[in-house]
């Protein structure tokens, strides 16, 4: 496969993938880092990383948006629940293991 088809691949699955999030209102992000470790919020790091590695100007917020479909404060107010004892416990636990892991 050449080096344009690739990246055009990855491109569509990139878009298939916020589609598919933005489908998923109801997962939050704590979930998401949970169960994958990364979040809408890293996908949209990684968006902005790669806008910069590339020139393009972008600033998180407007990686956000792209990612969020939307500004993040509204999908934040609109989407984003408090997170539980359950999830917060879940994910404390995870980071403890990493930290352990790297010993």
């Known amino acids: 496969m050449d080096q344009q088809t690739q990246t055009q691949l990855e ?11 933005d489908t998923r209102k109801d997962v939050q992000n704590i979930d998401l880092m949970i169960l994958a470790g990364f979040c809408r919020n890293c996908l949209s790091k990684w968006l902005m990383a790669a806008a910069e590695e590339n020139n393009v100007p ?3 917020d407007q990686a956000r948006e792209h ?37």
């Open 67 to 103: 990612v969020y479909c939307m500004p993040y404060e509204q999908w934040k107010n609109t989407h984003q629940l408090p997170a539980t004892d359950a999830q917060v416990s879940a994910f404390s636990a995870i980071e403890k293991a990493k930290k352990l892991a790297k010993i």
């Open 11 to 21: 491109a569509a699955a990139f878009r298939r993938l916020v589609k598919h999030l």
């Open 58 to 60: 972008m600033d998180y």
